[in-house]
């Protein structure tokens, strides 16, 4: 897990990726776009 003070943009541009919060884990998928800033969360790639 790691926070950061910028702002940050992340567009998926195909697959899937999983972004995991502090209490949640959110799958998102191609032409899926996150915005955060502050926030404490790690990335996950599934195997499936």
Aim: charged share 30%; proline share 2%; glycine share 6%.
């Amino acid at each position: 897990m790691h926070k950061t003070r910028t702002l940050d943009f992340c567009c998926i541009l195909e697959g899937e990726i999983r972004l995991v919060l502090d209490t949640q884990e959110v799958r998102l998928k191609a032409g899926e776009i996150v915005v955060q800033r502050g926030t404490n969360r790690a990335w996950r790639q599934p195997l499936d």
